[in-house]
């Protein structure tokens, strides 16, 4: 296996992010496109989006740098007809997973896992289809429950269920422990809202009280290395166990320092922070050899949001560090 690069904060590169779309069927509330802001644009396929071979070639250079893990999102990555070859032509060594809403599951689970998809994660922000369609903005509440059957069925066991927490969906977070503590086969992982990317900062909540309530639920807690994470195994009805877990990337200077992961945008732009789009490098028409190039000058340049990029001040407010201005 390949050494991964590191930066010069002692952080591996072992994970990429392919955005394959910023199209997408839902209009959640939430959303920030994979910190690039609301550029959704018309649903038909547009030319500014990777081709197949757009992001096989990258990937094939990551490969070559050890990356071993490749998540796609989009927007919905399933609105790509070419999903299942994208995923067939990924290199063998990594493994392959992706974010989705689930719509198009059912029908295609199966193609997915035949291609070498090995795991999925949906989007499930509530249990409750009225306050899921306001949330999302999408009357597909049923589809997206059918598309998690589908992939449990497939063999994607375990389904990961992503549910952004914020004032909107606060109420149904117990709710959604109890399901995956009682339902097997499905995880939950509970991801803090991002208002600096979305632009209503009143839409916040107090992610460490979901913590501690949760400290106090589980029967187990488990520490993951990858952004400094925290998994509590809480009891279900049953005897079984529900593993969440909780993404909490706002003003978390620990979160930064553990992430080994470089982005992708749909257009081919390599991305080193989800939280800025200062620092895009395109790849457009590269070669290998010039991919290989960019990748490593973006690993290079990667630099931890919280606690370096951004510093507290007297204040004790979060500031952009003289050092990186127009650099």
């Given at each position: 296996m390949p050494t991964p690069l590191v930066d010069d904060f002692g952080r591996e590169v072992t994970g990429v992010r392919v955005s394959l779309t910023d199209r997408c069927n839902f209009d959640c509330v939430y959303c920030h496109n994979e910190g690039l802001g609301d550029t959704r644009g018309p649903m038909d396929p547009q030319d500014d989006e990777m081709s197949t071979d757009d992001v096989v070639r990258f990937l094939d250079v990551a490969a070559e740098f050890g990356v071993d893990a490749v998540k796609f999102t989009g927007g919905e990555p399933m609105l790509r007809d070419d999903l299942e070859e994208i995923i067939r032509r990924t290199p063998d060594s990594m493994e392959t997973s992706m974010t989705t809403n689930g719509t198009f599951l059912p029908g295609r689970a199966e193609a997915l896992v035949e291609a070498g998809l090995d795991r999925v994660n949906v989007s499930q922000d509530a249990l409750d289809p009225e306050a899921f369609a306001e949330i999302t903005k999408s009357g597909a509440y049923e589809k997206v429950i059918e598309g998690v059957h589908a992939a449990l069925d497939?063999?994607?066991?375990?389904?990961?269920?992503?549910?952004?927490?914020?004032?909107?969906?606060?109420?149904?977070?117990?709710?959604?422990?109890?399901?995956?503590?009682?339902?097997?086969?499905?995880?939950?992982?509970?991801?803090?809202?991002?208002?600096?990317?979305?632009?209503?900062?009143?839409?916040?909540?107090?992610?460490?009280?979901?913590?501690d309530w949760l400290?106090?639920?589980?029967?187990?807690?488990?520490?993951?290395?990858?952004?400094?994470?925290?998994?509590?195994?809480?009891?279900?009805?049953?005897?079984?166990?529900?593993?969440?877990?909780?993404?909490?990337?706002?003003?978390?200077?620990?979160?930064?320092?553990?992430?080994?992961?470089?982005?992708?945008?749909?257009?081919?732009?390599?991305?080193?922070?989800?939280?800025?789009?200062?620092?895009?490098?395109?790849?457009g028409e590269m070669t290998r050899p010039e991919i290989r190039e960019a990748f490593r000058e973006v690993v290079s340049n990667r630099v931890p949001y919280y606690g370096e990029y951004l510093l507290r001040n007297d204040r004790g407010e979060w500031e952009i560090n003289d050092d990186y201005i127009g650099a």
């Open positions: 497939a063999g994607l066991d375990p389904v990961k269920l992503n549910m952004v927490v914020f004032e909107h969906t606060a109420g149904y977070v117990e709710g959604m422990v109890e399901h995956v503590a009682e339902n097997d086969g499905l995880q939950l992982q509970l991801i803090e809202y991002m208002p600096e990317l979305t632009g209503r900062p009143e839409w916040n909540i107090d992610i460490q009280r979901v913590h400290a106090d639920l589980a029967v187990r807690v488990e520490h993951r290395e990858m952004h400094d994470r925290k998994r509590y195994y809480v009891a279900g009805d049953d005897g079984g166990e529900g593993m969440v877990e909780i993404v909490d990337p706002v003003e978390n200077a620990g979160f930064c320092a553990n992430c080994g992961r470089v982005r992708v945008t749909h257009e081919g732009y390599l991305k080193g922070c989800l939280n800025r789009n200062d620092d895009l490098k395109p790849m």
